[in-house]
């Protein structure tokens, strides 16, 4: 005769169910449609049952930002080894693919960057380690392009550039914003990355 299911297995199992229910309500209209009452009754659960396997709703949108930024690092994984090894092309790559996710996933996208946490609070080590493996990449070519650089002004480039591309990419999508044409940010990214290439070899 199996074993009965062990309440720490039933207790995983809907962390999961709530996690996938938020992913997919998240991505579809943001993390302020996230409702616990809405959420117990697509999982099957009391309402109580939420609070005993999250802290609170933030918890469970940190989540699904983890699994988010998973994706997108994959996404940016794949353009970079699409490119050539020619460094500025792959910073190139990079930001587009950067722009490509964000346009094809706006509201998880925009939810990575919108969690309140009290202040003076820093980010989950989740956050810390996926930046940091994009800052990684984005370390790499710029070694090969400015290899005069100290490492640690190369750490401070690869987040200068990072902060650059994502705040071309967040204007440019939203529409209400003056400055950056939407239909331009691939050509941004391109000029303003290509540009850093010419400065470093003059």
Same mark, same amino acid.
């Given at each position: 005769?199996?074993?009965?299911?062990?309440?720490?297995?039933?207790?995983?199992?809907?962390?999961?169910?709530?996690?996938?229910?938020?992913?997919?309500?998240?991505?579809?209209?943001?993390?302020?449609?996230?409702?616990?009452?809405?959420?117990?009754?697509?999982?099957?659960?009391?309402?109580?049952?939420?609070?005993?396997?999250?802290?609170?709703?933030?918890?469970?949108?940190?989540?699904?930002?983890?699994?988010?930024?998973?994706? @997108?690092?994959?996404?940016?994984? /794949?353009?970079? +080894?699409? %490119?050539?090894?020619?460094? $500025?092309?792959?910073? &190139? #790559?990079? =930001?587009?693919?950067?722009?490509?996710?964000?346009?094809?996933?706006?509201?998880?996208?925009?939810?990575?960057?919108?969690?309140?946490?009290?202040?003076?609070?820093?980010?989950?080590?989740?956050?810390?380690?996926?930046?940091?493996?994009?800052?990684?990449?984005?370390?790499?070519?710029?070694?090969?392009?400015?290899?005069? @650089?100290?490492?640690?002004?190369? /750490?401070?480039? +690869?987040? %200068?550039?990072?902060?650059? $591309?994502?705040?071309? &990419? #967040?204007? =440019?999508?939203?529409?209400?914003?003056?400055?950056?044409?939407?239909?331009?940010?691939?050509?941004?990214?391109?000029?303003?990355?290509?540009?850093?290439?010419?400065?470093?070899?003059?």
């Amino acid at each position: 005769m199996p074993d009965p299911i062990s309440t720490a297995d039933r207790r995983a199992a809907l962390r999961d169910r709530l996690t996938d229910i938020a992913e997919a309500t998240i991505a579809a209209r943001g993390p302020t449609a996230l409702r616990a009452r809405d959420l117990a009754a697509e999982a099957g659960c009391a309402l109580g049952a939420i609070y005993t396997v999250f802290g609170d709703l933030t918890e469970l949108v940190l989540l699904v930002n983890a699994r988010t930024f998973a994706h @997108l690092g994959r996404a940016v994984a /794949a353009a970079l +080894a699409d %490119a050539p090894a020619e460094p $500025v092309a792959q910073l &190139v #790559a990079m =930001g587009r693919a950067y722009h490509a996710f964000a346009a094809a996933n706006r509201p998880a996208w925009a939810a990575m960057f919108s969690v309140d946490r009290p202040a003076g609070e820093g980010p989950p080590d989740w956050y810390r380690a996926e930046m940091d493996q994009l800052f990684t990449w984005i370390e790499a070519p710029l070694a090969v392009q400015m290899p005069d @650089l100290a490492a640690p002004d190369r /750490a401070l480039m +690869a987040r %200068a550039l990072f902060s650059a $591309v994502h705040g071309i &990419v #967040a204007l =440019g999508l939203d529409q209400a914003a003056a400055g950056v044409p939407g239909d331009q940010i691939d050509r941004m990214i391109g000029l303003i990355l290509s540009r850093i290439g010419q400065q470093s070899m003059s």
